[in-house]
């Protein structure tokens, strides 16, 4: 084990010494570890990314207040089903939930849930339906938190108006060799702009209600038994007020994708229709959430248009050189892009059937 990763955790009023740390992959964005201990007990330890949250103890006070919270509601299960649906978060032996290393770097640490998998693919029609049970479950469990007791720890985190303008920007100050790599893509953002801009203006005309939303409920952040069944949401970094279009719509992005979200051929991408109607299904008649007013319209089509914000956004990352997501090789970003432009494009395919599904469903 680094020294440096023992140092870390070793800050955090947690039980036992580190045996043993092992990097967690999945994520673009934090470094995070599985740490296990002498005494038998397992710990995820996270550092926050500070490129992309400049305001580290924001992002801490959200995740506590939020896991907390969800955990007063679980409070009446038994010990082990508890600690196996709720998240909990360890304090330092200095007083707080985030520490400080000596070189800048901030981190928190969690409870791990064991005999639990995360899937970077849906499997199986189940795993969809539980996948929308528990996304929704995150939503109810919180509709009585006031969204504006959280911070808003990335401003405008899902505006597509800032998108298109870093966009515009990276078109502007980017390479002609990558320009010329992405043209088909840079035309088809182009060609998108007005409809893709048509939820945020319902968002910014009030339209539809805030409250309290994960924000990144792509298919691995749902945390799953080994039978399949959703126990809990994880990786709260991004919760903060927001509106359930974006929950239901990043969720599908990557629940009903036929390929990988880095897919490099995307004739592998592919949208799965039954597996929406699963999520659908998990998403309305497993939870128990009721939408308010003005919630319902557009639910199909905020899958479209998150799946081309994340698009748009790994399109502007590639231009810029690379400068946000974590990438494997050269073309990393241009392919996520590539991938992505194409799932949204499928989703307008299959609009008219999945607005159906959600009519009769919820």
């Not at 800050?11 to 570890?33: C, L, M, R, S, Y």
Request: hydrophobic share 40%; proline share 3%.
């Amino acid at each position: 084990m680094e020294l440096h990763i023992k140092r870390v955790f070793e800050a955090f009023a947690a039980e036992g010494a580190p045996v043993q740390a092992d990097p967690i992959k999945t994520g673009h964005i934090n470094q995070t570890f599985v740490v296990r201990t002498d005494a038998g007990g397992s710990y995820v330890l996270q550092q926050i990314n500070g490129r992309v949250f400049p305001d580290p103890e924001a992002v801490i006070d959200n995740k506590v207040k939020v896991a907390s919270h969800i955990a007063a509601k679980r409070a009446g299960l038994p010990e082990q089903e508890f600690r196996r649906r709720a998240l909990r978060f360890f304090e330092t032996r200095s007083g707080g939930f985030l520490h400080k290393d000596p070189e800048g770097g901030f981190w928190n640490l969690l409870n791990y849930i064991e005999d639990s998998r995360v899937y970077l693919r849906t499997p199986n029609s189940k795993v969809a339906r539980e996948a929308g049970r528990a996304i929704a479950t995150f939503l109810k469990d919180t509709e009585d938190l006031d969204p504006s007791a959280l911070n808003v720890t990335i401003p405008r985190f899902h505006s597509m108006s800032l998108r298109y303008s870093q966009f515009d920007e990276a078109v502007a100050s980017g390479s002609d060799e990558r320009k010329s790599e992405a043209e088909d893509l840079i035309g088809r953002a182009f060609e998108l702009r007005s409809e893709m801009l048509s939820l945020e203006r319902r968002v910014s005309e009030g339209l539809i209600p805030l409250r309290v939303t994960h924000n990144d409920t792509k298919i691995s952040n749902v945390l799953f038994s080994e039978d399949d069944e959703a126990l809990c949401m994880i990786d709260l970094d991004t919760v903060m007020p927001g509106v359930v279009h974006y929950d239901f719509g990043d969720a599908v992005r990557t629940i009903c994708n036929k390929g990988d979200e880095d897919e490099q051929d995307v004739a592998n991408v592919g949208f799965d229709l039954e597996y929406f109607e699963a999520f659908v299904k998990g998403f309305f008649r497993d939870s128990g959430l009721d939408l308010r007013s003005g919630e319902a319209e557009g639910l199909a089509f905020s899958s479209r248009v998150m799946t081309f914000i994340v698009g748009l956004r790994m399109l502007t990352d590639y231009l810029n050189n690379d400068i946000y997501f974590d990438t494997a090789y050269e073309t990393h970003n241009l392919v996520r892009a590539r991938s992505q432009f194409r799932l949204a494009d499928l989703i307008g395919e299959r609009l008219g059937e999945m607005e159906e599904i959600v009519s009769r469903i919820g």
